[in-house]
DNA sequence: CCATTAAGCCTTTTT
DNA sequence: GGCTTAATGG
């Protein structure tokens, strides 16, 4: 194994006791390295279950613990090292002891919807602001969220004397509390300062802890935020062996509180810790890390480093200048193809990335009528899906009666004559006498006759749910995603969706779907409790299902933190974008923006290409952005720069340009035409449906493919049309297809 | 109480 | 430009 190594590597790898901080920078290994530790610990007599591991996503996670898998094969060790994120690892001591601070330890975690939830309710209730003055929700959230991170208490708050912490932190910060612990939940943020608060208030539960983890490793440093950081200097502080792993070049996340100052501290509390640096690159060409190494130069708050590699030179990086957004996705996908084609790479080695969500939309538009695949890493989006958030929300209930907000969730759907009346007299009742909703609903005796008899159907499905859920001894009788099963089953879920018989109805059917086979790929004994943990937590576990063919991959630039791809496209290249417009006249929000752009090219193996516009359409505005400072910044001999054949006419950009001694070539529009609302220009596709795509037939209309038999032009295809079912053929079907399952 | 329509807010990034 | 929320009438 160590002729892969090199002798840095070596070294960080071989260091057993005592602290060591890695500054790794990008695609120097870092991940080998703290695989090959961990088994390198193990193989020198450590136990595994003594060390963990501190990932930044679950994703990571799950990769790391794969990769040790692999590498720990032929020695068959049982146990495995403890890998998971912080918010994971805390959840797991908090199941342990969190009773000791008064919570229960049935506890739920609160996502940020249902978080933002309260404190619109909450913000509701306070005195009505002067005008002008009013705070956005999500604007208090992360100003709380961002005091919690760094341990702040409600009484050092209540000591401040702006306006803003005395008028509104403070009373919403209370009454979010309030809310919270009737709920019997816990927030991410309360994960982290409940796990130091327990830590610093019972000694012998911290003593537990470090017993059990001798050996501590921590990846992506530099993303970890204050809370993180007290956790581990709690727990490493006994036996310090922690061995962490950073690159403050790569520090994207300041706007959650992390900050790269920890990587200082860590150097101060632990003082003899042992400093490598990993400055070799082991993933780009010499060009890409040319261009990299000079837009991160820009920066001044930073460690001085600089990447080099034995890799070949490589192509020139390209800078294309489209139309606009149609155009941009248009060439996206164009140059997919040529890649494919011409250039032998496979879907699966590009990627597409972006700045914020809402540029992903037309790049799938384009992808989707070339019916070319792709897999959209979109984290939170299918959690935020109304259906999952209904259905996760009847477990959580059942797990957990005293979870109002989900009560208040599902009290109603579907359809059971609740109305906002209704709903207000019994949520009114709770907070006035402090007794959980559900409590009310099954006690005859504190809500009227009329509202009890409203409300027994779901107390019924409830109740009915957890007798088919647990035995006499609290032991579960059937797996979760049966559970679910029964859920849409019992509650009228399933049937409300049938009924409506819409498109949108069946996606929705299938979405619910997706989340019993995402159940289903547990162990059958994992319980309520830990699928439900897993979903607050999770994140990641994307569908894996369909992840494993060949498909393009679509991100944002913070998700591709960690990865590697030989090609990557960075659309979307344009000052308002990145650097973000909300940053733009902050220098050091603006330092955090060109690290984004710093980790996006980093990520690429052969090939970069940028995209910008030259007019894009955002929320029914049309902005003309310039080319982002970072391609500015590049040296100028490795970027080939093309442009859309229709802005030759364009004064101001060739001036632009000129001024800018940009040489470019042009690029003649190309056949792909903008997606048409569908103006009877039907492409024939159906060659490559699957199962479950809505699809648009030339004659019928709207449907979606209830059956595919055979491959190819050959296949037989079942629609679903309405409630009629029709059989075609592949090669003769009139197809459009709207949406890929 | 619920379905349809109008208004309004939105788009940074995630555990 | 699209999706969630508020208002309105049935």
């Not at 209370?174 to 610093?200: G, P």
């Not at 190309?670 to 479950?692: F, R």
Request: glycine residues 4%.
């Amino acid at each position: 194994m160590t002729e892969t190594l090199n002798p840095e590597q070596l070294k960080a790898i071989k260091l057993i006791n005592g602290p060591v901080l890695v500054y790794a920078g990008a695609g120097s290994g870092k991940t080998r390295v703290l695989t090959h530790r961990v088994v390198h610990l193990i193989q020198n007599g450590v136990a595994p279950e003594k060390i963990m591991a501190v990932t930044f996503t679950n994703k990571a996670a799950a990769e790391m613990k794969t990769r040790i898998k692999g590498l720990l094969g032929k020695t068959k060790s049982k146990l495995m090292p403890h890998i998971s994120t912080y918010h994971s690892f805390c959840g797991m001591i908090l199941r342990e002891d969190i009773d000791r601070l008064g919570f229960s330890k049935n506890f739920v975690i609160f996502d940020q919807n249902d978080q933002l939830g309260i404190i619109k309710q909450v913000l509701g209730t306070l005195p009505a602001p002067k005008e002008g003055s009013e705070y956005k929700p999500k604007t208090v959230l992360s100003a709380i969220s961002i005091e919690k991170s760094n341990l702040k208490t409600l009484a050092e708050l209540k000591k401040r004397k702006d306006t803003f912490t005395k008028l509104v932190l403070v009373p919403v910060w209370e009454k979010y509390h309030t809310h919270l612990k009737q709920s019997q939940a816990l927030d991410f943020d309360d994960m982290l300062v409940h796990t130091v608060e327990l830590f610093q208030k019972f000694p012998d539960v911290l003593a537990r802890w470090q017993e059990r983890f001798k050996y501590i490793l921590v990846d992506e440093f530099q993303d970890t935020n204050h809370a993180q950081y007290v956790i581990t200097k709690m727990l490493g502080h006994k036996h310090r062996n922690v061995f962490i792993v950073g690159d403050t070049d790569q520090n994207i996340y300041s706007w959650r509180g992390a900050s790269i100052q920890n990587l200082n501290q860590f150097e101060k509390d632990f003082r003899n810790a042992k400093v490598i640096l990993l400055e070799q690159n082991y993933r780009s060409t010499q060009t890409i890390l040319e261009v990299a190494n000079k837009i991160i130069s820009n920066n001044t708050r930073r460690r001085k480093k600089r990447l080099w590699t034995k890799n070949l030179k490589g192509e020139s990086l390209i800078h294309y200048i489209a139309f606009d957004e149609h155009d941009e996705a248009g060439y996206v996908v164009d140059e997919i193809e040529r890649l494919c084609r011409v250039e032998n790479f496979k879907k699966a080695d590009i990627a597409v990335i972006f700045r914020t969500h809402a540029q992903s939309r037309v790049i799938e538009d384009f992808l989707i009528r070339r019916s070319m695949k792709y897999h959209m890493v979109d984290s939170q989006r299918f959690y935020a899906r109304k259906e999952v958030k209904d259905i996760l929300s009847y477990l959580r209930v059942l797990y957990n009666p005293a979870d109002n907000s989900s009560i208040q969730r599902v009290l109603n759907t579907p359809a059971r004559g609740i109305g906002k009346v209704t709903e207000n007299r019994i949520f009114e009742k709770s907070r006035n006498t402090g007794k959980p909703v559900f409590e009310l609903l099954t006690n005859k005796r504190l809500l009227t006759e009329k509202i009890q008899k409203l409300t027994a159907p779901f107390v019924q499905v409830i109740q009915r749910l957890q007798n088919e859920y647990w035995d006499q001894e609290g032991k579960s009788k059937i797996p979760v995603w049966k559970l679910i099963e029964r859920c849409i089953a019992l509650s009228g879920y399933a049937a409300m969706l049938q009924s409506e018989g819409t498109d949108e109805a069946l996606t929705r059917l299938e979405n619910i779907m997706e989340l019993m086979s995402i159940a289903k790929e547990d162990d059958e004994s994992v319980s309520l409790g830990a699928f439900l943990n897993k979903m607050s937590l999770n994140t990641s576990d994307d569908e894996d299902s369909d992840s494993k063919g060949d498909a393009i991959a679509l991100m944002t630039i913070h998700s591709t933190k960690g990865l590697e791809f030989p090609v990557v496209i960075m659309v979307g290249m344009e000052e308002g974008l990145l650097p973000h417009y909300q940053t733009q006249f902050d220098e050091e929000l603006v330092e955090e923006e060109r690290r984004l752009a710093y980790v996006g090219v980093t990520r690429a193996k052969q090939k970069v290409y940028f995209t910008s516009t030259n007019q894009r359409s955002i929320f029914g505005d049309t902005w003309y952005n310039e080319t982002s400072r970072f391609i500015k910044e590049a040296p100028r001999q490795y970027i080939a720069t093309f442009i859309n054949e229709r802005l030759l006419e364009n004064n101001i950009l060739r001036t632009r340009l000129k001024e800018d001694k940009v040489s470019f070539e042009v690029r003649s529009m190309q056949a792909t035409p903008a997606p048409s609302k569908d103006k009877g220009e039907h492409k024939v596709v159906a060659v490559n449906v699957k199962k479950g795509d809505r699809v648009i037939h030339k004659i019928w209309g709207r449907a979606s493919v209830s059956e595919v038999r055979g491959k190819g032009p050959d296949a037989i295809i079942k629609l679903k049309v309405g409630t009629e079912e029709r059989t075609l053929l592949a090669k003769y079907a009139p197809l459009e297809v709207v949406r890929k399952r």
